[in-house]
T-cell receptor, first 115, second 114 residues
Framework: AQSVTQLDSQVPVFEEAPVELRCNYS??????LFWYVQYPNQGLQLLLK??????LVKGINGFEAEFNKSQTSFHLRKPSVHISDTAEYFC?????????????FGKGTLLTVNP | ETGVTQSPTHLIKTRGQQVTLRCSSQ?????VSWYQQALGQGPQFIFQ???????GRGNFPPRFSGLQFPNYSSELNVNALELDDSALYLC?????????????FGPGTRLLVL
């Protein structure tokens, strides 16, 4: 089974500052990794995903994440945040082979961008 | 192209009652997955339907059941509601069963059990 730990439940930052949201996973098999964003009163939207290939993955809205297999991490970064990035961010994992229909999510990190 | 829609948006039930939640998948998507998101938690996988058959299930009791219709829309049914069933219920549609296919989420149905 896979599991995800999001190390920070809340991250406050000022507008235009860089941000890193941390995600560690646990799995005995190879995995796919995802970051989703949830704006207030909305469903989840995919930011980016790692399936294979380059360990640096670029997503929408200027976000990127780096897959580090040795540290079992998949941290999300943005060099300069905007007020509109205020939302809940979820890291998710699934096994890469076989029946990989099930996403396992972390508990989320609330990013609050202050003016 | 319409996105994933869910109905109703909010629902209040009492313990012991039954509830049906509905999901219309994105056009062309044949797979629907359901998740439960308790307050302050990440979504938890309930089950997935592919071409009208259950394709996989998470750690939820049998009183959580589902259906998928020929047009690929889906229902989540919960019997004998418990207080802990209070949550946001999300459905997600995709082109196939593997999560390498991007899942598109609806806005959710917020269920409160009193």
């Amino acid at each position: 089974a896979q599991s995800v730990t999001q190390l920070d439940s809340q991250v406050p930052v000022f507008e235009e500052a860089p941000v890193e949201l941390r995600c560690n996973y646990s799995s005995s098999v190879s995995v796919y990794l995802f970051w989703y964003v949830q704006y207030p009163n909305q469903g989840l939207q995919l930011l980016l995903k790692y399936l294979s290939g380059s360990t640096l993955v670029k997503g929408i809205n200027g976000f990127e994440a780096e897959f580090n297999k040795s540290q079992t991490s998949f941290h999300l970064r943005k060099p300069s945040v905007h007020i509109s990035d205020t939302a809940e961010y979820f890291c998710a994992v699934t096994r890469s082979g076989g029946s990989n229909y099930k996403l396992t999510f972390g508990k989320g990190t609330l990013l609050t961008v202050n003016p | 192209e319409t996105g994933v829609t869910q109905s109703p948006t909010h629902l209040i039930k009492t313990r012991g009652q039954q509830v049906t939640l509905r999901c219309s998948s994105q056009s062309g998507h044949n797979t629907v997955s359901w998740y439960q998101q308790a307050l302050g938690q990440g979504p938890q996988f309930i089950f997935q339907y592919y071409r009208e058959e259950e394709n996989g299930r998470g750690n939820f009791p049998p009183r959580f059941s589902g259906l998928q219709f020929p047009n690929y829309s889906s229902e989540l049914n919960v019997n004998a509601l418990e207080l802990d069933d209070s949550a946001l219920y999300l459905c997600a549609s995709s082109l196939g069963t593997g999560v390498a296919e991007t899942q598109y989420f609806g806005p959710g149905t917020r269920l409160l059990v009193l």
